[in-house]
């Protein structure tokens, strides 16, 4: 298991001292929610966010969370109030956002998540959007569908427009799950619904939090450019 070494940080454009990284902060949904990691119920990836990393995660992702309900309950108060200089604020919602009118892809949820971009910079912390893990949910043809529609798009928008770094996860678990098959994701997921025996194809089991944690952790090598100052190997490699 690689483990990421999250350095000090400065902002390309500032000549102040660097800002140093304390805690990597989780906002989301189910899909991201601290949860056990031996499948004896379902976890969000960020319940093991931790183990590839070598920094402290404040997780306060909860189920069924939306970009309002999250304001509401007074989580995202408390995320922005542990907020140091340098830390890293990663945001996922979307999947129960789709379900509510008032917070449509290009309306409510971008708001909601523009809001919270500045904010976040407002405290000095490092926002980072991340577009929601997809549904594993495949057709009798074994076509994996779209469960998400234009709220990823609507993130991939805003990270654009306001500059901030932007974690695919959408488009990282399509990949996943057509890679792997149908029978091959099932062990990604490792849980049923208590009610009817049915797999459950929305929550993680141990194998699935793992596995998109550890894609989440590589990811900040790129986010906090830990490999911009290595020299290119090509100067000894044969050429093409």
């Not at 994996?144 to 996860?169: C, E, F, K, N, T």
Request: contains cysteine.
């Amino acid at each position: 298991m690689t483990t990421v070494t999250i350095h000090s940080y400065r902002d390309p454009m500032s000549t102040s001292t660097p800002a140093t990284t304390r805690t990597i902060h989780l906002a989301g949904d189910s899909t991201v929610a601290p949860g056990p990691l031996d499948d004896t119920g379902v976890a969000g990836w960020g319940a093991a966010l931790h183990e590839y990393v070598d920094l402290p995660v404040a997780n306060r992702a909860i189920g069924g969370a939306t970009t309002a309900s999250f304001v509401a309950d007074g989580r995202w108060r408390a995320t922005l109030d542990a907020i140091e200089p340098g830390d890293l604020v990663l945001i996922q919602f979307g999947h129960n956002d789709q379900k509510e009118e008032s917070l449509d892809a290009e309306g409510g949820y971008r708001a909601n998540l523009a809001r919270f971009v500045a904010q976040v910079g407002d405290r000095g912390g490092r926002p980072v959007l991340l577009t929601s893990v997809e549904r594993c949910l495949f057709t009798d043809a074994g076509e994996l569908r779209v469960s998400h529609g234009p709220y990823p798009r609507a993130v991939r928008r805003l990270a654009r427009d306001a500059d901030v770094p932007l974690i695919d996860l959408t488009v990282f678990t399509r990949w996943l799950y057509q890679h792997l098959g149908p029978a091959g994701s099932e062990r990604l997921f490792g849980h049923r619904n208590p009610d009817d025996g049915s797999p459950d194809h929305t929550h993680f089991g141990a194998a699935g939090a793992r596995t998109v944690a550890a894609y989440v952790a590589q990811e900040f090598r790129a986010i906090l450019g830990l490999d911009d100052d290595v020299a290119p190997l090509g100067s000894w490699t044969h050429r093409p």
